[in-house]
């Protein structure tokens, strides 16, 4: 079966500080890989996603990086944090041609 | 653009009292509508795809269906288990790399 992991589980970071949030997918290969934002008591905003090593797109223009080192994993960066990155990060999964989508257990980030 | 829209926005039930859900959207060309269970500080657990109009899907108390404007997701006679925000979202047939829309959620209590 496969499971999805993320880390931290949460993050304090002071404003200007760099971020980094891993994603790592087990048991399958090849998936499609999404990173989320959800504010408190909001939905979820799409922020990237990738379809394979290296391909990375932004759907929202930020202060956010993302990359894909490995097959499974996702990364999620900031060279310096704002007020405004503070959130619920969500990582997400799913196959090529599989649409459902499965969720990580999330990061909370506050930066103070 | 794609749009989602829930309401209402939250749901106090009374244990046993049945009530609906609702998820209108607007999107070109329907792949995929999707429904989540969210639990506070937790991820998005999937809980039904629907894809094309008429269609429904059962799971315990839950029940949902789908218009060609609108989904609903029906639950009959809530336990104190079925407390949690419901997330509907879109898949268009034209998403690149299967990306999703989110509604707002719907933030149901149910009381004992």
């Known amino acids: 079966s496969q499971t999805i992991h993320q880390w931290p589980a949460t993050l304090v970071q002071p404003v200007g500080s760099p971020l980094s949030l891993e994603c790592t997918v087990e048991?399958?290969?090849?998936?499609?890989l999404y990173w989320y934002r959800q504010a408190a008591g909001r939905g979820l905003q799409l922020l990237f996603y990738s379809v394979g090593i290296g391909q990375i797109s932004s759907e929202v223009p930020q202060n956010l990086s993302a990359s894909r080192p490995q097959d499974r994993q996702f990364i999620l960066s900031s060279k310096k944090l704002l007020l405004s990155d503070s959130g619920f990060y969500l990582c997400?999964?799913?196959?090529?041609?599989?649409?459902?989508?499965?969720f990580g257990p999330g990061t909370r980030l506050t930066v103070t | 653009e794609d749009q989602v829209t829930q309401s209402p926005e939250a749901l106090r039930l009374q244990e046993g009292e049945s009530s609906s859900l609702n998820c209108s959207y607007t999107?070109?060309?329907?792949?995929?509508l999707f429904w989540y269970r969210q639990d506070p500080g937790k991820g998005p657990e999937f809980l039904f795809t629907l894809y094309s109009a008429g269609e429904e899907k059962e799971k315990e108390r839950l029940k949902a269906t789908l218009t060609k404007k609108e989904s609903f997701l029906h639950i009959t006679a809530p336990k104190p288990e079925d407390s949690a925000t419901y997330l509907c979202a879109v898949q268009p047939f034209k998403a690149a790399g299967n990306k999703l829309t989110f509604g707002g959620g719907t933030r149901v209590l149910v009381k004992p």
């Open positions: 997400a999964w799913d196959r090529v041609n599989w649409y459902e989508q499965y």
């Open positions: 999107v070109s060309g329907l792949r995929g």
């Open positions: 048991g399958t290969s090849n998936p499609n």
